[in-house]
């Protein structure tokens, strides 16, 4: 399944006012599109969370963890943007991987098309 990345403002905007799924190293906001078109996520780091190498180096965890995620756990005309935390800079790589399937879980509902147990 093929992704994309969020790059326009009013994408990040728009994904803010659907469903959003907390975790300590990041937040996870998901939104249906009106079209069955490709997954895409965008990735935000405010200043809060540190200068520019560590709000990079979380941008950078957040991106790997998608990219390794099984696709079928991203639903098609969804758009995801996760809001990293400073957490996130000493979690491990299992943890946010962890977080970032229950994140997914949450925002669909409990629904789980990959063959996954839950929790």
């Known amino acids: ?6 790059r326009q403002r009013a994408d990040f905007l728009a994904a803010a006012s659907g469903a959003k799924a907390p975790a300590t190293t990041f937040v996870l906001q998901a939104l249906r599109r009106r079209d069955s078109g490709p997954v895409r996520v965008g990735f935000t780091v405010s200043k809060k969370v540190g200068n520019a190498v ?15 995620a099984p696709p079928a756990r991203m639903q098609e005309g969804h758009d995801y943007v996760l809001i990293g935390r400073r957490a996130a800079l000493e979690a491990s790589f299992e943890r946010l991987s962890e977080e970032f399937d229950r994140a997914l879980r949450r925002v669909h509902g409990g629904k789980s098309s990959a063959t996954a147990p839950h929790e």
Do not use: Y
């Open 1 to 6: 399944m093929p992704v994309e990345r969020l």
């Open 54 to 68: 560590e709000r990079n180096r979380v941008r950078r965890r957040l991106r790997e963890v998608v990219r390794l």
